[in-house]
């Protein structure tokens, strides 16, 4: 069934979808090779500030000043641990992020209202947006009903945003952040209101991406 005012929206038809998914592939932000602690170690060890140090640190050995080789092997050492619990939080961080990019999205296919996963969404798809919703992708709004978004996950500002319908014949692309503009983007949180968009960017190709 298709909730009351969408009854004009009957999106794309099975079969695009499913051409379209097959063409620009999931939904979903680029899944780099996860570095390891070791692996980490080994990117800083190969850092040229760092090997001074260390072999700085191994000819006052040699040359018998236990003291001065001691102090310059600590600093290298410290800098080392200090790097990788860094790096790995930013692993986790970008992890977090990327599961962030592809919830689950509310979308108008055959003319009816289904709720698939947020990988499975494609360019031209139709998303039903209500308060409380995780924007699935970046899109165009068609209808606004008093819609606000939070996008503090791309701009850092936790104050929403106003946003309209976009206008017969705009397509606007412009960059999160700004107030009465009909661009969402993936990632964001309906705050506010209510709302009917057209997907215009998926993937790697949204803003997140």
Same mark, same amino acid.
């Given at each position: 069934?298709?909730?009351?005012?969408?009854?004009?929206?009957?999106?794309?038809?099975?079969?695009?979808?499913?051409?379209?998914?097959?063409?620009?592939?999931?939904?979903?932000?680029?899944?780099?090779?996860?570095?390891?602690?070791?692996?980490?170690?080994?990117?800083?060890?190969?850092?040229?500030?760092?090997?001074?140090?260390?072999?700085?640190?191994?000819?006052? /050995?040699?040359? $018998? !000043?236990?003291?001065? #080789?001691?102090? *310059? +092997? @600590?600093?290298?050492?410290?800098?080392?641990?200090?790097?990788?619990?860094?790096?790995?939080?930013?692993?986790?961080?970008?992890?977090?992020?990327?599961?962030?990019?592809?919830?689950?999205?509310?979308?108008?296919?055959?003319?009816?209202?289904?709720?698939?996963?947020?990988?499975?969404?494609?360019?031209?798809?139709?998303?039903? /947006?209500?308060? $409380? !919703?995780?924007?699935? #992708?970046?899109? *165009? +709004? @068609?209808?606004?009903?008093?819609?606000?978004?939070?996008?503090?996950?791309?701009?850092?500002?936790?104050?929403?945003?106003?946003?309209?319908?976009?206008?017969?014949?705009?397509?606007?692309?412009?960059?999160?952040?700004?107030?009465?503009?009909?661009?969402?983007?993936?990632?964001?949180?309906?705050?506010?209101?209510?709302?009917?968009?057209?997907?215009?960017?998926?993937?790697?190709?949204?803003?997140?991406?």
């Amino acid at each position: 069934m298709i909730p009351s005012g969408q009854a004009t929206w009957t999106g794309l038809s099975s079969s695009q979808a499913r051409e379209r998914f097959e063409r620009d592939g999931p939904n979903e932000l680029p899944r780099a090779h996860r570095r390891t602690p070791l692996r980490i170690a080994l990117e800083v060890l190969r850092e040229p500030m760092l090997a001074m140090l260390l072999a700085a640190g191994g000819i006052y /050995l040699l040359l $018998g !000043d236990k003291t001065e #080789a001691t102090i *310059l +092997l @600590l600093f290298a050492g410290l800098s080392i641990v200090i790097t990788i619990v860094q790096e790995a939080r930013t692993e986790n961080v970008l992890e977090a992020l990327r599961d962030l990019s592809a919830p689950r999205a509310l979308v108008i296919r055959d003319g009816d209202t289904l709720r698939i996963p947020g990988r499975e969404v494609v360019e031209g798809d139709i998303l039903v /947006l209500d308060q $409380g !919703d995780r924007i699935a #992708a970046d899109a *165009l +709004l @068609l209808e606004s009903r008093q819609l606000e978004a939070d996008e503090a996950l791309l701009t850092g500002e936790s104050v929403p945003v106003r946003k309209r319908a976009a206008q017969e014949g705009e397509t606007a692309d412009v960059a999160p952040g700004g107030d009465d503009w009909p661009q969402v983007y993936s990632g964001s949180i309906v705050t506010r209101g209510s709302g009917i968009a057209r997907v215009t960017a998926t993937g790697s190709h949204s803003r997140i991406g």
